[in-house]
């Protein structure tokens, strides 16, 4: 609907014009009225009408010298002049101000709506044309940032930018999604411009703080969480000569959306950049934790494994056939002490594979797959030529737990008697000896190596008592924790 104003000193004149006709029924909404110039103009300014009918004569600022302050300060909309006084000087002076029409008060309804319907047709005529040069300006000049963007010639226009600090972030789907969608989501005052690029829609922003940005894109997230989304962002401000180089920068970036696919806001502060690698003998420890069902050991395996591919920066094909084929290699460790197990067909990888978009998803799947494993393995099934290994070998694994010889005996299916005595013959020390050696070593590894604290060495190895842990490693190494770590660390200096 178009808004319509009313402005003249005499309230009955006034209130006449807002109800001498139905105006919603010819496409008009009255928006307000004013009693004086002055005040006329304020609404000007606030509403931003597009018909005004005004009093031509008012106390202060009359109606002539406000439409002419009204055009100086650039409004366009539509002035209809009112009076009393037929003096064809003053539809002079409106017709010379551009005024549409001169109405004489009272107004005749038959003389009035006439007028209104054609200020209608020539106010609409005027958005359309307004709306397709505005479209055109805008098509023109996005074209103009997409091509520079994309490397090729700078065009004048984006001159007046030369002194401006930009702020880059692009914003990638897993699954194309409607345009018109992502502009409504993605819309805000702190935004200078998007640009799409293929399937890409690239945010521009002047001047701005990074903290600020952050905040934003976190808050825009989850206005976007039916689609699988992330942004991506250079942190660094640059000027309007860079930007080629900032989109080259953010591109890469996007080809690590499978990677860092549980990752909002992906920038270049916070990629993986150390090459890790994995351990030898890496993939039996992770079958050994799977036999034991031992979720923390796994789970720890499995975000070695995604900080792995995170900074391998591997193509999501690569990784995913990699990570299939690991998967095989595991499955048949295990299937060569336990040819029962359930090793997942081509089609069960298929699905898990089909259904993972990111590589967290993934990794998750074939975490569950082999966790659904572990319920169908007895790792502590063992025979009677091999239960001290496997029980030593559960030790040197599991040192850390509440163990002691009633535990093992349970979990071996063992009557302790019997089996402290069996484990003495075959190691040639009670079992509580030995778990105190293990844990010593392993104490004596972290005193030094990883440069841990006493109390923390302490709940490493498996005691929760501090001073306990003391006595037992002095008694052990004939020094205090700190004595043996100041000792070692000097020897290595």
Known sequence: MLKVLFIDDEPLIREGLASVIDWNDYGYQVVGTAENGKVGLEKIRTLRPDVVFVDIRMPGLSGIDMVKQAKNEGYTCKFVVLSGYSNFSYAQQSIRLGMESYLLKPVDEEELIPLIRQLKEKCMSEHLLHSQIHEYETMTENEEWKQFLQG??????????????????????????????????????????????????????????????????????????????????????????RLPDIVNQLKQLQRLHFSYGDTTVLSNQELISEKTSLPDGWMEEVCRSIEFEDDIKLDSYFVEMEKYYQAKQYQPQRITAELIEITKDIYTILSRANPDIHIPSNEEMANIICASQTLQQLLSSL??????????????????????????????????????????????????????????????????????????????????????KVYEVSEKVGYSNNDYFYKKFKKYAGVSPKEYQKHQRKQHA
């Open 367 to 452: 975490k569950n797959q082999l966790s659904k494993t572990a319920t169908e393995i007895n790792g502590f099934a063992c025979n009677s030529e091999n239960t001290i290994e496997k029980i030593v070998e559960f030790v040197e694994k599991f040192y850390y737990k509440d163990l002691n010889l009633k535990v093992i005996a349970d979990l071996f299916s063992y009557n302790r008697s019997y089996l402290g005595k069996k484990f003495k013959k075959q190691t040639g020390c009670y079992f509580h000896h030995y778990l105190d050696i293990v844990r010593m070593e392993k104490a004596k590894y972290f005193l030094v190596e990883k440069e841990l």
């Open 152 to 241: 090729r010639k700078k065009h004048n226009r984006l001159n007046q930018y030369q002194n401006e600090i930009f702020h880059v972030a692009s914003v990638t789907f897993i699954d194309r999604p409607v345009r018109s969608w992502v502009e409504e989501k993605i819309k805000t005052d702190q935004l200078f411009k998007y640009i799409w690029i293929d399937q890409v829609i690239y945010l521009l922003f002047k001047n701005g703080e990074i903290a600020s940005i952050k905040r934003l894109f976190q808050s825009k997230s989850r206005l976007m969480e039916a689609k699988l989304h992330q942004f991506q962002l250079i942190e660094e401000g640059t000027t309007i000569e």
